[in-house]
């Protein structure tokens, strides 16, 4: 017998399956209920209603519709395993084996091109395939049964070669040992009508003698024509929502009517087949059939991340109007977990005031990602940011203990080797991974800075302690591990032998040997896979890129996620809650073109082409969908989408849906709302139209930007003062010279902290084809080093190209040529103002009780010569200055220093001579540098700028002369970009500020400058 319930309100229709099925005095209370439900996420909210009714959740044995053939098939042969041939993925690998086979079966195919197909062709043919036959196993099993019996159903031409093709699969399993005893889903289904209208024994005694249908979405007629073979028997209780209702417009009411179409014809079904299995039938349905829709909300946004912004204010100011309420009353809908999670999880937790949130994706979710991310590098160019984000993986990170510091400290290793693209054909080929690799290892014992190469590999300096050669080891096996698994997939393998290969790249890289449950999602992923392969024994080989594209479609199959209940704010994606009552549902991103999804079915698709009443259409699907989260809200319905465009604003439209709901809706009954681009807007705190923000950091911004119109806010105050400069006991020689050379840089990255690693070089995944300033610089730098050590030309050649400090080929050769030239003369230059050897002094002084320290290298005997290719510039001076006053401070016999500069064709040489120096200015730059002062007084020193300053003042005595003129350096104009004002630190310390302006400029350029200028004078006169 059957029971029909058909109530509008879900709660309503728990508490009467809940009365019922108590009231129902089953005879072994040991024995479990059997309720069939649409998910995990309906079985959940069940049995916790039970439990509140009850005090306790009953004793359930939930079925999905989708099992519940397999549930009753299995209570007479238990000897059928839970994996099939018949099975989607099995299925498509049985195809494709077919197709490789018997070419005549493509043939056979109307719209098959008369061309080859490339293996992915071919598998991408066998997927869509599979699919439809696997459509058809749930929807349509009559139909593909009278194929086997050589019957045509529709007048469809596809229909011909596709019941052909089917009959070919079946003699395809019927012909191995393994599955030819296991039943497609559709002989199971013949079998099962079979044994109910036979009247079996031993599956009716198996069967309980109540059976529960509790709430169902989607019912297909063999589900249902199933269930009414069981009602001849059995008591079965279907418990479904009366959609049926009068509102107060007729439109509206009319709408809802045509929303839910798609299920009324499945109950007009169930109906009909009820009659047509002689079963006896009682209907109960709701006496109340008016109802009222929730309070609506529509908002218009320009992101995801601002959907996800107003919907948290929108939620505070919920939880604020109702005391009552709690956040477990809220259900978040989202259509791509992807998109929205982080962003909930960020906006909604970590920004004051936090709400808890669900996490929509737990640990396997997380652990799937990373595979995904692996299968894509293995197969790639290798591009050195594509494994640096791999070893920022969580796993990874955990399998190899790479720390931030670590990953830090490789990517400046990565740099340093030149990686930029490719495994590498040989162990030193330019610019691969094993060359960087080797060199980072030949660093453990070879000598960094000679000459020599071992086959042209140049050996990493930074490995200078016992923990970098620990990390390079771990890098080492990191990256051999990697490469090995990326040559793997140039070959070809069978498909179970690609699983394995996935198994073992898991143990080898994702794997931690403290926590190996890491990865069980994963390995028991694979394993299911690889059981649904191994049904095709005949498969031969594929390549990576084919068995890649399905290993990833099964990893990124995350479409329907969910948080759970009792976690705060439950978040999930469109379809698991869309029935679920909650006080306020937010729906975001409903966009036009989004939703209703739009399914993408071949033309041959027979249930497409001609949908009967049971079978599952997209877009019918997701209406009915909208329908139920419709009345899933109780007391507030929040909608929002993208609906204006980030960069011109124009607007666009929401999901078909929301159109037509406003149209029947009165202006009343919906609020509508257009948001602005940023949060901090001031319309959100002044604006009556939109409701307030609660966040207090948005609304400080947003009073900012009005208070200061515009002006960015002082980066330190100008009081601000370095503390205890006064304990410095040691300074380093290297840290005067930054200081004077750059004070700002040196003020934000020593006293304010500021990492250099900010400003770090990010590695390129493309290799230079020309030398910028720095690597000329580098180049020259090598080879005045390598001509005073007499290396000869094939050999700096060779050392150059090993360690890409040229480009390939022949430019690089060429700029060789150059720079070579240009160092010769330079140090033909070098030798000829002195024939001793390069040498270096180690300074050890004390100044006012602080000992300076450091080395200071290029003392020709008594004469210290500095050089450079290029222009000299005011660092370059006081450079020189500095390091001739720290010699003769600690009493080495200097007589001058030179500073040699090659500015195109001409060589420059400035002299200091030692015999004009004063007394007492190192200890006054050591005085200034320590002194607790405010640090922008301090840092109020520009080489260029300072120095034209200095120079116009004292030549002619007129400050405001020598401010105009300086002004005139510390801007840029229409040919000089490249000035001290556009310097990153310099726009950093002085933002807002007018440095040239303040007294400590002028005292600081002449302070420094001054003694400079007069021993620079005193050598020009010599």
């Known amino acids: 017998m ?58 359930f044995k939930f079925i999905f519709p989708s099992e519940f053939l397999w549930t009753l098939y299995r209570l ?100 191995d040992d393994n599955t030819s005893l296991i039943p497609s889903r559709a002989d199971a289904y013949g079998d099962l009508i079979k044994w109910l209208e036979d009247g079996n024994a031993e599956l009716l005694n198996a069967l309980p003698e109540h059976l529960y249908v509790f709430g169902l979405s989607q019912r297909s007629r063999p589900f249902l024509n199933i269930l009414s073979h069981i009602a001849k028997e059995k008591e079965v209780y279907s418990f479904n929502r009366d959609l049926e209702l009068k509102f107060e417009s007729d439109e509206l009411t009319d709408l809802i009517f045509d929303w839910g179409r798609s299920a009324r014809e499945q109950q007009n079904v169930f109906e009909r087949l009820q009659k047509e299995c002689g079963s006896e039938i009682t209907s109960i349905r709701d006496d109340v059939r008016s109802a009222e829709l929730p309070q609506l909300s529509i908002n218009s946004c320009h992101s ?65 990602h990373v595979m995904v991310s692996l299968l894509d590098v293995l197969n790639s160019s290798f591009k050195p940011s594509s494994v640096l984000e791999i070893m920022n993986l969580l796993p990874v990170k955990r399998s190899f ?31 691969s991974w094993k060359k960087g690799v080797n060199q980072l290892l030949s660093g453990f014992s070879m000598q960094p800075g000679s000459l020599q190469l071992y086959k042209h590999l140049v050996p990493e300096s930074g490995i200078d302690s016992s923990e970098s050669m620990v990390l390079a080891a771990r890098f080492s096996r990191f990256m051999n591990t990697l490469i090995h698994a990326g040559e793997e997939t140039q070959t070809k393998k069978t498909p179970a032998e690609w699983i394995t290969f996935c198994e073992q790249l898991v143990k080898d890289l994702l794997q931690d040997e403290a926590d190996q449950n890491n990865t069980a999602s994963l390995f028991l992923k694979l394993a299911k896979l690889k059981e649904q392969v191994e ?203 930054g200081y004077y050379s750059n004070c700002s840089k040196y003020m934000v990255q020593n006293y304010l902290t500021v990492s250099d690693r900010l400003f770090m070089n990010e590695v390129e995944d493309r290799e230079s084809f020309g030398l910028d300033g720095l690597g000329s610089y580098q180049l020259s730098d090598f080879l005045l080093e390598s001509l005073s050590a007499n290396h000869s030309r094939e050999e700096m050649l060779d050392y150059a190209r090993s360690a890409a400090l040229i480009p390939d080929k022949l430019k690089g050769e060429k700029v060789f040529e150059k720079t070579l030239h240009q160092v ?143 002004c005139n350096e510390w801007e840029p104009s229409y040919n000089r970009t490249f000035v001290e004002s556009n310097d990153y630190f310099n726009q950093l310390l002085w933002r807002n500020r007018d440095p040239i302006s303040t007294p400590a400029f002028r005292d600081n350029a002449l302070k420094f400058w001054q003694p400079f200028l007069k021993v620079q004078e005193a050598g020009n006169e010599k």
């Open 2 to 59: 059957i029971h029909n319930y058909q109530i509008h309100s879900l709660h309503s229709l728990a508490k009467t399956f809940i009365s019922e099925a108590s009231a129902s005095g089953h005879a072994n209370p040991l024995e479990p209920v059997w309720v069939i439900v649409q998910n995990n996420e309906i079985k959940e909210w069940l049995s916790l209603e039970w439990a509140k009714e009850s005090g306790i959740a009953g004793n």
């Open 76 to 175: 007479v042969r238990d000897d059928i395993p839970k994996a099939l041939p018949s099975d989607l993925n099995a299925m498509q690998w049985a195809l494709f084996d077919l197709f490789k086979n018997e070419p005549k079966l493509i043939q056979q195919i109307p719209f098959s091109t008369s061309g080859q197909r490339s293996e992915i062709q071919l598998f991408y043919l066998s997927a869509q395939i599979a699919d439809i036959f696997d459509q058809y196993q749930v929807y349509r099993p009559d139909m593909i049964q009278a194929w086997l019996n050589n019957e045509i159903t529709t007048d469809n031409p596809n229909e011909r070669w596709q019941s052909r093709l089917w009959k070919r699969l079946n003699e395809y399993w019927n012909s």
């Open 304 to 368: 995801a991340r601002r959907e996800v912004e107003v919907l948290k204010d929108a939620v505070l100011h919920y939880l604020n109007d109702d005391p009552a309420a709690d956040p477990q009353d809220i259900l978040v809908m989202v259509p791509d977990a992807d998109e929205y999670a982080s962003l909930l999880e960020s906006v909604f937790t970590r920004n004051e005031p936090e709400l808890p949130v669900s996490k929509i994706y737990g640990k396997q979710q997380a652990e799937e």
């Open 401 to 431: 203990r790479f720390t931030e510091e670590d990953l830090d400290v490789l990517e400046e290793w990565i740099g340093n080797s030149h990686v930029h693209r490719g495994i590498g054909a040989t162990f030193n080929t330019m610019h």
């Open 535 to 737: 049904f095709s024994s005949g498969l031969h080989p594929v390549s990576y890129t084919l068995i890649k594209g399905w290993l990833r479609s099964h990893f990124e199959n995350n479409q329907s996620s969910s948080g759970r209940f009792g976690q705060g704010i439950t978040v999930s994606s469109y379809v698991p809650y869309r029935s679920i009552p909650f006080k306020f549902v937010a729906v975001l991103g409903m966009n036009e073109g989004v939703f209703p999804r739009k399914a993408v079915r071949p033309d041959f698709d027979l249930i497409y082409s001609n949908p009967q009443a049971g079978d599952r259409i997209q877009k019918e699907d997701d209406t009915y969908l909208f329908l139920e989260t419709l009345f899933a809200a109780k007391e507030q319905l929040y909608i929002s989408y993208k609906g204006q465009d980030q960069k011109t604003d124009s607007g666009r439209l929401p999901s078909s849906l929301v159109q037509q709901l406003k149209e029947v809706l009165p202006a009343s009954q919906i609020q509508t709302h257009e948001h602005s681009l940023h949060a901090f807007s001031s319309s959100y705190f002044i604006n009556e139209k939109l409701l307030p923000s609660f966040s207090a950091d948005t609304k400080e911004i947003a009073q900012n930007l009005v208070t200061q119109a515009g002006s960015e806010p002082l980066f330190i105050a100008d009081d601000f003062i370095q503390p205890d400069l006064n304990k410095v006991d040691q300074i380093a020689v290297q840290e005067v010279i």
């Open 824 to 966: 010769k003369e330079l140090k033909e230059t070098i030798e000829d103002l002195s024939s001793d050897q390069s040498a270096h002094v180690d300074i050890e002084l004390e100044i006012e009780g602080v000992e300076l320290f450091g080395r200071i290298s290029g003392l020709h005997k008594n004469t210290l010569i500095l050089s450079r290719i290029g222009r000299r510039k005011a660092v370059h001076e006081i450079e020189q200055w500095l390091k001739h006053l720290m010699l003769l401070e600690s009493g080495f016999p200097v007589k001058k220093s030179v500073f040699i500069s090659k500015e195109k064709t001409e060589i420059k040489i400035h002299e200091l001579h030692s015999s004009d120096f004063p007394g007492g200015v190192l200890k006054e730059y050591i005085n200034h540098f320590l002194s607790e002062i405010p640090t922008l007084q301090k840092a109020a020193f520009f080489p260029e700028t300072s120095k034209i300053f200095a120079e116009i003042f004292l030549d002619k005595g007129e400050e405001e002369v020598a401010i105009y003129k300086a």
